[in-house]
T-cell receptor, first 113, second 115 residues
């Protein structure tokens, strides 16, 4: 079973910030939070990951709560091309035998004009 | 991602037929994976390989087999296809970054229909 909980769907207006929540209340101390997205049955695309500090890259920002039990992916200026299913995944670091990415159903984000 | 290619992109086959899905990568990664995705669900791991001599079963390996012909090639076979293997199949590769981080890169997928 997936170790994360996400809302099944969300809407956001084009040009606004899209904030996608993820609950991972059973996360272990060495587990990373990863975000991927999948645009219309294409191969999933890596977005960002983090351990405990907030992270930002050219695609998005990741805010992880201090207790690490939840996180939020932020797309600062959503465009129509950001319409996709977004997956939040937790996994242990390399070297741990339980390395697999466990994919839940994700959040379907619809960007509206 | 153009660095990970899958062939064929679409395939229709009949129950009982043997078919092979192929994956090639130019990223130079050692690790490769095969996943399947059913409508409305996330991905499930079928097989994975950490190098040419290493093959491991994933969550749902029954009815499938794989071959790692080279670092760049990883093939998935359905020995005797059945209708509930109708799905979208993805190949992925991964690199091993610092601090225990592993990012996966996916191919465009193969849509398989078993009649």
């Amino acid at each position: 079973d997936a170790k994360t909980t996400q809302p099944p769907s969300m809407d956001c207006a084009e040009g606004r910030a899209a904030n996608l929540p993820c609950n991972h209340s059973t996360i272990s101390g060495n587990e990373y939070v990863y975000w991927y997205r999948q645009i219309h049955s294409q191969g999933p695309q890596y977005i960002i990951h983090g351990l405990k500090n907030n992270e930002t890259n050219e695609m998005a920002s990741l805010i992880i709560t201090e207790d690490r039990k939840s996180s939020t992916l932020i797309l600062p200026h959503a465009t129509l091309r950001d319409t996709a299913v977004y997956y939040c995944i937790v996994r242990p670091p390399r070297g741990d035998s339980n390395y697999q990415l466990i994919w839940g159903a994700g959040t379907k984000l619809i960007i509206k004009p | 991602d153009a660095d990970v290619t899958q062939t064929p992109r679409n395939r229709i086959t009949k129950t009982g037929k043997r078919i092979m899905l192929e994956c090639s990568q130019t990223k130079g990664h050692d690790r490769m994976y095969w996943y399947r995705q059913d409508p409305g669900l996330g991905l499930r791991l079928i097989y994975y390989s950490f190098d040419v001599k290493d093959i491991n079963k994933g969550e749902i390996s029954d009815g499938y087999s794989v071959s790692r012909q080279a670092q760049a090639k990883f093939s998935l076979s359905l020995e005797s296809a059945i209708p509930n293997q109708t799905a979208l199949y993805f190949c992925a590769t991964s690199d091993l970054g610092g601090a225990g981080v592993e990012t996966q890169y996916f191919g465009p997928g193969t849509r398989l229909l078993v009649l």
